[in-house]
């Protein structure tokens, strides 16, 4: 397991609305550190499970993913696609028939920056 590295990303839909995930594997590093830097055009929306509870690293919302399931996609199907601001306004049905087993694609993600969480 690699030394935890944090990303943000923004939705074209939430203007104005940063995410952060952590993540812990080496390889999903550096492909987010590819992502950001535009060297991979692809695979750069992230996605994952969503865990129901607050994480000092992303304090504005109630929700995060876990970092064990992020992964990052170019296409995913739409069952999984979210607003972050709807998510957190509708946290209590997720998992259900609002992104089914709480599996989370934001279409609109866009990896911008790595951040440092002290």
Not at 2 to 25: N, R
Not at 33 to 56: D, F, M, N, T, Y
Not at 79 to 88: G, H, K, L, Q
């Amino acid at each position: 397991m690699a030394q935890p590295a944090y990303f943000m990303f923004t939705q074209d839909s939430s203007p104005g609305s940063e995410f952060v995930i952590q993540l812990t594997d080496d390889k999903l590093i550096q492909q987010a550190r590819r992502i950001v830097s535009g060297e991979e055009k692809q695979e750069v929306h992230a996605h994952g499970r969503l865990i129901k509870r607050r994480v000092p690293y992303n304090p504005k919302w109630s929700f995060h993913l876990d970092p064990a399931t992020i992964r990052f996609f170019d296409m995913a199907i739409e069952v999984c696609d979210a607003d972050m601001n709807y998510v957190e306004e509708h946290l209590d049905e997720a998992g259900g028939a609002f992104l089914p087993g709480g599996h989370w694609c934001p279409w609109s993600s866009r990896l911008d920056r790595e951040v440092q969480v002290t």
